[in-house]
Every structure is written in structure tokens, then in C-alpha cells.
């Protein structure tokens, strides 16, 4: 009786977990009856029939990140590099993703490598560090345009990692270095010209400063002598009109006479004590006509008497 029991009670949950399904918020599931597709379960509670409904396939909704394994790929240059990256894809329609394909996980890995690989082939390496994003770009569309039967939708494409060979890197960081060391030394020429161009602006400079100091000096000096020049200008005509004004007052001639006078003895005095032989006039009575119309003008003037010989 107890055996019994026992066999009906598991005979009823059999059935009940046949019959009863509950399906979580992030997944639908696919029905089928009689191994034909029945519809998709929403989330939820639902009754199956028993033993004719079956429930097929369980589909996540939300994204899911695909680690795509590291592959080796060639860049356009014969530079072998290894590849590797993340495909968020999400389903969008369940029923494609059941019936469209055997496994749309396993296949969007392959077609993410292919794709990935044919992207890289066309770019050389250098292309292929900068431009990760359009290469990213580009594997998107490529895999949405393929993946669309499936019933799978490609969100994004990320790059983690180009990784060249250890022979590769060494050679590009030799030329790495070639190139810091080339930029350095255009650098230091640079540098060098620029200070060369400096120092010829600075000498360039103090030579106009100098030539035109030497101009202002020379343009004053020649202001001063022309400024003195115009004043002993103006005192000798002042002095010749004064000397004008005096002639021609009474008993100026007269005076300009005497004045001559003198001058020619004081002349004549300093050349008698200067010479080292004595000095007569040549014609004596000369001198004293001379002499007496001086003595007309003014009081009478002693002769100082010229003895001939070596003194």
C-alpha cells in the first residue's frame, strides 16, 4: 500500500514538472509540441501539456559578452600580430536564434575572427594601432550584416589587444629610439640656428646703435660748430657794423689808422726778438714817409733806429 503511495506521489510530481514551467524575467523559452514550434513563453508561469509540449530552448535576453580568443592575423606590411577582443551581442528575436542557426554563440566567435582577421589584412601595422576604432567599426557591420538571420543583434566590437611578435617589438622599438634620437638632434639644430639667428640679430643691432650713435654724435657736433660758427658770424658783423658805425663818426678813420699803426709795430717788435738777423726795411725813406703820415694822424712816433748786421 505504502509502495503504491509512494509510485502515485512520484508519478504526480513527474507530471507536475512537466506541466508547470516558470520562466525567470531575463529569459524566454521556445515551445514546441509534437517536436513542432509551439510559441515563445514570456517570463512567467505557464502550463505545458503533458508529454505533448516540450520546452526546446532557454535564451538569455540581455547582453552578452563573447571573449573572442586571440588569433593570429597578418597586416598588409607581412607583419604577423595577435588579435584578440569582446563582442556584446543581444537576441532579438528567439525564434531565429532556435531555428536560424545551430549555435549562434559558436558562430558569431568564428565570424568575429574572420572578420577581425580580413580587417586587419588591410591595414599595415602602424594603421592598425591608430585606427582601432574605425576597425572596430568595421567589424560591427560586417557581423550585423551576417548575423541578421539569426536573429541576433552585434552591439559592439572592442579591441583589447594587437600584440606583434617579440622580434617585432624589438625592431620597433629600435626605430622607436632611431626616432626620438633624430627628433633630438632636429631639435638641437634647431635650437642652434635659432640662438645663431639671435646672436646675428643682436650684433646686427648694436651696430645700428653704434652707427646710430656716431650719427646723432657726428649731426650734433656738426649743430654745434654750425650754431658757433652762426654766432661768431653774428658778433663779426655785429663787430664790423660797430666798427662801420665808428669810422664814420668824426676822427673814426683816424682812429682806424692808429689802430693799424700799432698793430704793424707790435708785428714788427715780435719778429725783431724772434729773428736771428736784424731786419731793415729795404727802402728807409719809405718807412719814413710812412712814419711822418702817421705822425700827421697822431702825436709824433719815435723811430727806433735798425742797425744792419747779425745780432
Known amino acids: 500500500m505504502d509502495f503504491l503511495v509512494f509510485c502515485f506521489l512520484l508519478f504526480v510530481l513527474f507530471i507536475g514538472f512537466k506541466t508547470i514551467i516558470v520562466v525567470p524575467s531575463r529569459e524566454v523559452a521556445i515551445k514546441e509540441r509534437l517536436c513542432k514550434f509551439a510559441g515563445v513563453l514570456e517570463p512567467g508561469l505557464h502550463i505545458l501539456i503533458p508529454v505533448a509540449d516540450r520546452i526546446a530552448y532557454r535564451h538569455e535576453m540581455r547582453e552578452q559578452v563573447v571573449d573572442i580568443p586571440t588569433q593570429t592575423c597578418i597586416t598588409r606590411d607581412n607583419i604577423q600580430v595577435e588579435v584578440n577582443g569582446d563582442l556584446y551581442i ?17 558562430d558569431s566567435i568564428h565570424l568575429a575572427q574572420t572578420t577581425m582577421r580580413s580587417q586587419v589584412g588591410k591595414l599595415d601595422l602602424d594603421t592598425a594601432f591608430s585606427e582601432r576604432e574605425s576597425i572596430n ?39 622607436m629610439e632611431a626616432e626620438r634620437n633624430r627628433r633630438a638632434e632636429v631639435t638641437l639644430a634647431e635650437a642652434e640656428r635659432i640662438s645663431v639667428q639671435n646672436i646675428a640679430r643682436g650684433e646686427r643691432q648694436e651696430q645700428i646703435n653704434l652707427s646710430e650713435g656716431e650719427r646723432q654724435k657726428t649731426k650734433n ?19 664790423i657794423q660797430m666798427v662801420a658805425e665808428a669810422i664814420q663818426r668824426p676822427g673814426g678813420d683816424r682812429a ?41 694822424v697822431s702825436a709824433p712816433v719815435q723811430v727806433p733806429t735798425l742797425k744792419l748786421g747779425r745780432s
Open 90 to 106: 543581444k537576441i532579438v528575436d528567439p525564434f531565429k536564434a532556435s531555428y536560424g542557426i545551430s549555435n549562434y554563440m559558436t
Open 221 to 239: 657736433v656738426a649743430e654745434g660748430r654750425a650754431q658757433a660758427i652762426e654766432i661768431l658770424a653774428n658778433a663779426s658783423a655785429q663787430s
Open 137 to 175: 567599426e568595421n567589424i560591427i557591420q560586417e557581423i550585423d550584416k551576417a548575423s541578421e538571420p539569426w536573429g541576433v543583434k552585434v552591439l559592439r566590437y572592442e579591441i583589447r589587444e594587437i600584440r606583434p611578435s617579440h622580434k617585432v617589438i624589438s625592431t620597433l622599438e629600435k626605430q
Open 256 to 296: 682806424v689808422k692808429m689802430q693799424l699803426v700799432e698793430q704793424f709795430t707790435d708785428e714788427l717788435g715780435t719778429i725783431l726778438e724772434q729773428a736771428n738777423v736784424s731786419v731793415v726795411p729795404a727802402d728807409v725813406a719809405q718807412l719814413k714817409t710812412f712814419f711822418e703820415g702817421v705822425s700827421k
